[in-house]
């Protein structure tokens, strides 16, 4: 118990923080509830059917666009999955807002990861509901 008296007694010290901690966490849910369901839909259909990542589509691009290109996903990637860990927390939809950052960011071992991730039947039957809501195909594999 005393773990959680000198968490109460954090809190009580620290008001501002709380403050900004919990406009934070709402802002960043409506946020998503507004971002989420676009982000899901942009995925094409067979995005995850190939065993093998497709080529990207930036790779004809002069190397200085392609660096601005790489970084600025990895940052908004990075973004969104941070916000979907701090949502395991408070509300919102968290597995699915940190699977849309992993999917933004670009990192060794992504597509095997992200396969292995929506292959899980409660998320893809949420990814898809969510896709048919806005009129997108189901994804395939």
Do not use: C
């Not at 960043?28 to 971002?35: E, H, K, N, V, Y």
């Not at 004809?60 to 990895?74: A, C």
């Amino acid at each position: 118990m005393d773990i959680f008296t000198d968490l109460l007694a954090w809190f009580e010290a620290h008001p501002r923080i709380v403050v900004s901690v919990t406009a934070l966490s709402v802002l960043s849910f409506f946020a998503t509830l507004a971002a989420l369901p676009w982000l899901v839909t942009r995925i094409p259909p067979d995005y995850f059917a190939p065993p093998r990542r497709k080529r990207s589509r930036f790779a004809k691009e002069h190397p200085v666009i392609r660096l601005d290109i790489l970084i600025l996903r990895n940052l908004i990637g990075l973004v969104v999955f941070l916000m979907g860990v701090v949502m395991i927390a408070t509300p919102g939809p968290g597995v699915i807002t940190i699977l849309a950052g992993l999917i933004l960011m670009n990192y060794p071992g992504k597509y095997r990861l992200e396969r292995w991730i929506i292959r899980r039947p409660p998320l893809l039957r949420m990814v898809n509901a969510l896709r048919a809501q806005r009129g997108a195909d189901p994804l395939e594999f």
